[in-house]
């Protein structure tokens, strides 16, 4: 089963435009991370943010985690054709399987 | 440097058919893993190792094994292919822990016929 659940699950917008994509989990965790794919390949680490953070910063991208909700949004700010790519959540914990658990993912297409 | 490969790129499989899957890291890191990832599925965990010499099952091991032997290397092997196997596979080193940021290789994708 999957930890996390992104919304939407597909987004598309104009170049310039904001993107936001939701991220629900499951159990407790102890960090919530974002992750890139570009069609074909790997996926990127984009940003972590701790189970005792709300907010994180970087460059456009702004994350925020409601531990009471088991929520979490990733903002990407004025978006570029660029950043189309599929975005997943995952969940991490230092307890039991020991491995971050992926949502399903979100994908994203900024028109130019 | 590299960053962690794998080896083969994409591989048809007739059923039946033993096939391991190959992946080298050169980053040092402790922990490494193995995820199929299907269509509409998102990324699911194989099997992983927390650190040279151990391994643990996660999510979906059944047909799937994996070895340990070094820091290095992570190979998958599938045992007797099936069409279900069909999926892109990727593994992902971290330095230590659960917690860390987790970098991936680019990929095998299998088809099993």
């Known amino acids: 089963s999957q930890q996390g659940e992104e919304d939407p699950q597909a987004l598309s917008i104009q170049e310039g435009e904001n993107a936001t994509m939701n991220c629900s989990y499951k159990t407790s965790i102890n960090n919530l991370q974002w992750y890139r794919q570009n069609s074909g390949r790997g996926l990127v680490h984009l940003i972590l943010i701790r189970s005792n953070e709300r907010e994180k910063h970087s460059g456009r991208l702004r994350v925020t985690l409601d531990t009471s909700k088991k929520s979490s949004s990733l903002l990407i700010t004025a978006s570029r054709a660029a950043d189309t790519a599929s975005y997943f959540c995952a969940g991490g914990k230092d307890t039991g399987r020991r491995a971050l658990t992926f949502g399903s993912g979100t994908r994203l297409q900024v028109q130019p | 440097i590299a960053g962690i490969t794998q080896a083969p790129t994409s591989q048809i499989l007739a059923a039946g058919r033993r096939m391991t899957l190959r992946c080298t890291q050169d980053?040092?890191?402790?922990?490494m893993y193995w995820y199929r990832q299907d269509l509409g599925l998102g990324l699911r965990l194989i099997h992983y190792s927390n650190t040279a010499g151990t391994t643990g099952k996660g999510e979906v091991p059944d047909g799937y094994s994996v070895s340990r032997a070094n820091t290095d290397d992570f190979p998958l092997t599938l045992a007797s292919a099936v069409p279900s196997q069909t999926s892109v596979y990727f593994c992902a080193s971290s330095p230590g822990g659960n917690t860390d940021t987790q970098y991936f290789g680019p990929g095998t994708r299998l088809t099993v016929l």
């Open positions: 980053m040092r890191h402790n922990a």
